[in-house]
């Protein structure tokens, strides 16, 4: 099994003092978070679930891989994508193995990208055609009209991530450096000795559910975690805590249904999104992002803002942008509603105002666009705009804008080393600061 893909990521990371005196890095160690968020599954082809976006990182794998320089090379195949009659043929690494004790062939990446495809992963698999598994070869599978440099870059998405043949969010699985467990409303990464490229140097990451942003804080507080997240404490910072800043993994959306009538048109949501005061966002972790539009208030009534019930974060979000979207007779109240109610008005479009997240995997602009698009329709998402400057150029046709950024953000306990790359594999425990 070839770890040398943690490896070399630490021996860059760790070049601390502490370190350097233990010769190696520490294997074993507990991460604890609590989280304002919606628990019901991870899926690496999620385009709107930010747990998924957020930690199925940890548990699957793209079959490619992106260098410094942006470059792809092969992480889960054996080699880069080979030109073949008509279109692309790619080889897996022999002895794959999910955390669950699968076995993996050409058969499940063939099943993952068809999946992919349908869901989140049309932002980047959109152009390409559906691929077959080679019959004579159970490793090699063949993507037709394929590029094979295009391949390689869409197939190093984590939106296009490898999965077994019958996955479930529920009991999800990959190769990555962590097992997942859904239980007592919780979710458990135990560390993925089958992991392909190396297993965690944490032994488990548990995270639980908190009720609201105060909870999540109280926690950390309290002691009861090691992150507080999107803040150092709820009514002190907590003592020796380090701030934690790292990589935006999402935007939250401002959807405009088929009930705002001609409020409703395409570029509306964005002046709306444009209009709102980037101060008033910072406590939720989200950055607004510089306007590419004139803002506007709301005009199309007295309307309801759609958040599902089940998401914390993005209830109190919703009620915070009541009085910064709403205008004298045009009152704007953010109304929870169970999950599946709010899944079948987004896609009816029948609402006037829907909060919503879209996951962001990649600084392209071009890609980013396209992650848009195929939140709004996955057909759109085949032909992005071109010469755009920034991703909000694409919002500019879409009933979607978008509020703001979201990162991870907070602060830590100081024996963690590494939280600030969101590369959770590679995240490790420092004895000393113990």
Not at 31 to 60: C, E, M, N, Q, V
Not at 68 to 95: D, F, H, N, Q, V
Not at 183 to 207: C, T, V
Request: aromatic share 6%; hydrophobic share 45%.
């Amino acid at each position: 099994m070839n770890r040398l893909g943690r490896r070399t990521f630490l021996s860059a990371l760790g070049a601390t003092a502490s370190a350097s005196a233990l010769g190696r890095t520490p294997s074993g160690g507990a991460l604890r978070l609590r989280l304002p968020l919606y628990f019901g599954g991870l899926d690496p082809h999620s385009l709107d679930d930010p747990l998924s976006a957020l930690f199925a990182g940890a548990i699957t794998d793209p079959l490619f891989s992106l260098d410094g320089s942006g470059k792809p090379y092969p992480s889960l195949a054996s080699s880069l994508p080979e030109r073949s009659a008509g279109g692309s043929r790619i080889t897996l690494r022999p002895e794959l193995i999910s955390a669950r004790g699968k076995a993996l062939s050409a058969a499940d990446a063939v099943f993952s990208l068809k999946r992919a495809q349908g869901l989140g992963g049309a932002a980047v698999l959109g152009a390409f055609r559906p691929p077959s598994a080679d019959p004579k070869d159970r490793l090699a599978l063949f993507v037709p009209e394929a590029s094979p440099d295009a391949l390689a870059r869409a197939l190093a998405s984590p939106l296009t991530a490898l999965v077994p043949r019958g996955f479930s969010a529920l009991a999800p699985d990959g190769t990555g450096a962590f097992k997942a467990t859904f239980a007592n409303g919780g979710l458990s990464l135990i560390r993925n000795e089958n992991a392909a490229r190396g297993a965690a140097f944490l032994e488990r990451i548990e995270l639980s559910r908190a009720s609201d942003l105060a909870d999540a804080l109280r926690a950390f507080e309290a002691g009861q975690v090691d992150v507080g997240w999107l803040g150092n404490g709820l009514y002190r910072p907590k003592a020796g805590a380090i701030p934690l800043e790292g990589p935006v993994f999402g935007w939250i959306v401002l959807r405009t249904g088929l009930d705002a009538k001609t409020w409703g048109a395409p570029g509306i949501a964005a002046q709306l999104t444009a209009a709102l005061p980037g101060s008033a966002l910072a406590r939720f972790g989200v950055r607004a992002l510089p306007a590419a539009v004139a803002g506007v208030r709301w005009g199309g009534g007295p309307t309801s803002l759609l958040v599902s019930e089940d998401a914390p974060h993005s209830v109190e979000l919703a009620r915070a942008l009541e009085p910064l979207l709403s205008s004298s007779g045009n009152e704007i109240r953010a109304t929870p509603i169970p999950r599946a109610t709010w899944l079948e008005a987004r896609r009816s479009r029948r609402y006037g105002l829907l909060l919503d997240f879209v996951r962001a995997e990649s600084a392209d602009v071009t890609q980013s666009a396209q992650t848009l698009l195929a939140a709004v329709d996955p057909a759109l998402a085949r032909r992005p705009p071109k010469n755009l400057s920034s991703v909000l150029d694409a919002t500019r046709t879409l009933s979607l804008g978008i509020v703001g950024d979201v990162r991870v953000a907070g602060a830590h306990s100081p024996e963690f080393v590494g939280l600030d790359t969101w590369q959770l594999g590679s995240v490790w425990l420092n004895p000393e600061k113990r």
